[in-house]
């Protein structure tokens, strides 16, 4: 993979359509769709990765819930 998430991330964001035709609306939600999705998945990474997850799996899983739920941990 060539580009990283943060990099796909700024691109997207830079690059909404800027007209409020009904077409560009869609187009700005699907970009915020996925970039809540990248988010959600690099704190994920991070858990995953986390030496409070590699302790206590429970914890760590209760923290991916919370993240996949509203993208955020305690």
Same mark, same amino acid.
């Given at each position: #993979? $060539? #580009?990283? *998430?943060?990099?796909?991330?700024?691109?997207?964001?830079?690059? %909404?359509? %800027?007209?409020?035709?009904?077409?560009?609306? +869609? #187009?700005?939600?699907?970009?915020? &769709? *996925? $970039? &809540? @999705? #990248?988010?959600?998945? +690099? %704190?994920? @990474?991070?858990?995953? !990765?986390? !030496? @409070? @997850?590699?302790?206590?799996?429970?914890? $760590?899983?209760? +923290?991916? !819930?919370? &993240?996949?739920?509203? $993208? !955020? *941990?305690?």
């Amino acid at each position: #993979m $060539g #580009m990283s *998430i943060d990099e796909a991330l700024n691109l997207l964001n830079n690059s %909404k359509p %800027k007209s409020n035709n009904a077409f560009s609306i +869609q #187009m700005n939600e699907a970009i915020n &769709v *996925i $970039g &809540v @999705t #990248m988010h959600k998945y +690099q %704190k994920i @990474t991070e858990i995953v !990765k986390s !030496k @409070t @997850t590699r302790v206590s799996y429970d914890i $760590g899983f209760e +923290q991916i !819930k919370k &993240v996949v739920e509203d $993208g !955020k *941990i305690d």
